[in-house]
T-cell receptor, first 114, second 114 residues
Framework: AQSVAQPEDQVNVAEGNPLTVKCTYS??????LFWYVQYPNRGLQFLLK??????LVKGSYGFEAEFNKSQTSFHLKKPSALVSDSALYFC????????????FGKGTRLHILP | DVKVTQSSRYLVKRTGEKVFLECVQD?????MFWYRQDPGLGLRLIYF???????EKGDIPEGYSVSREKKERFSLILESASTNQTSMYLC?????????????FGPGTRLTVL
């Protein structure tokens, strides 16, 4: 069975500092990995995804994520945090078999401190 | 841009009432999904549909049913609402032909059952 874990419920970062939101996964076979963001009182918005190829994936709003197969991780990163990045972030995974549903993590709340 | 709309942003119902949550997408997507979002639990899949009149149970279907009579519309039905169904409900859609399955979310309906 596939699963995804976000080990931190909350991450606090000072504005201008680099940020990392962690995600680890477990699937049989090759994974498809996603990051979504949810701003207050809004639905989820797609940020980026890893399908194949370059392990460093660039997405919206200056975010990027690094796929690490040996550590089964897909951490979300940004070089310089903005206060407007404060939101709830979800990692998601699915395996190659298209009958598998996307599984979402429990979410990590990111607070960027001015 | 894909647009997914949900009929209500906020809804208050009484225990035992029948509740309809409506979702409409305008990008001719085959797949549609209903999730509920609860703090600390992330997103949990209730039901999904790959085609008109087709439905599949997700991880937590108990107490819910769905209807998909038209491709663009996917309805979630609470036959007899209970207080433990107080939650944020999110609808999403994606293209069948794309195994990478980027999902596009509506703004959510916050349902309170008294």
């Amino acid at each position: 069975a596939q699963s995804v874990a976000q080990p931190e419920d909350q991450v606090n970062v000072a504005e201008g500092n680099p940020l990392t939101v962690k995600c680890t996964y477990s699937v049989s076979g090759n994974p498809y990995l996603f990051w979504y963001v949810q701003y207050p009182n809004r639905g989820l918005q797609f940020l980026l995804k890893y399908i194949t190829g370059d392990n460093l994936v660039k997405g919206s709003y200056g975010f990027e994520a690094e796929f690490n197969k040996s550590q089964t991780s897909f951490h979300l990163k940004k070089p310089s945090a903005l206060v407007s990045d404060s939101a709830l972030y979800f990692c998601a995974v699915r395996a190659l078999n298209r009958d598998d549903k996307i599984i979402f993590g429990k979410g990590t709340r990111l607070h960027i401190l001015p | 841009d894909v647009k997914v709309t949900q009929s209500s942003r906020y809804l208050v119902k009484r225990t035992g009432e029948k509740v309809f949550l409506e979702c409409v997408q305008d990008m001719d997507h085959e797949n549609m999904f209903w999730y509920r979002q609860d703090p600390g639990l992330g997103l949990r899949l209730i039901y999904f549909s790959y085609d008109v009149k087709m439905k599949e149970k997700g991880d937590i279907p108990e107490g819910y049913s769905v209807s998909r009579e038209k491709k663009e519309r996917f309805s979630l039905i609470l036959e007899s609402a209970s207080t433990n169904q107080t939650s944020m409900y999110l609808c999403a859609s994606s293209q069948l032909a794309t195994v990478t399955d980027t999902q596009y979310f509506g703004p959510g309906t916050r349902l309170t059952v008294l």
